[in-house]
């Protein structure tokens, strides 16, 4: 069982940045797949970008260009790089983490609050 824990969120203007965290417990961190979501009032949660046990990523079409996605294994953290933000990428972002074998993410952080303002 994998346990998240994210951080960083906060408020930021417009054409700003932020770096989230996702810290994970257990040692097999390295063996699963990190995705970041995200959830705005009123819509429904979406996926924002993922990243492989081989690195390999993918990203929603909204972000792409202004997200990173990352992770270490060896400090069992994942990261989410966001620049350029817009007032719509403001929503509560969570990470999760799923393995390989797995078509849906059993393990979710509490998640942060991401507020940019224009």
């Known amino acids: 069982q994998v346990q998240l824990v994210e951080s960083g969120g906060g408020l930021v203007q417009a054409g700003g940045s932020l770096r989230l965290s996702c810290a994970a417990s257990?040692?097999?961190?390295?063996?699963?797949?990190l995705g970041w979501f995200r959830q705005a009032p009123g819509k429904q949660r979406e996926v924002v970008a993922q990243?492989?046990?081989?690195?390999?990523?993918n990203y929603a079409d909204s972000v792409k260009g202004r997200f990173t996605i990352s992770r270490d294994n060896a400090k069992n953290t994942g990261y989410l790089q966001m620049n350029s933000l817009k007032p719509e990428d403001t929503a509560v972002y969570y990470c999760?983490?799923?393995?390989?074998?797995?078509?849906?993410?059993?393990?979710w952080g509490q998640g942060t609050q991401v507020t940019v303002s224009s």
């Open positions: 999760a983490a799923k393995e390989v074998f797995m078509t849906s993410y059993p393990y």
């Open positions: 257990g040692r097999t961190f390295n063996s699963h797949t």
């Open positions: 990243i492989t046990t081989r690195g390999t990523t």
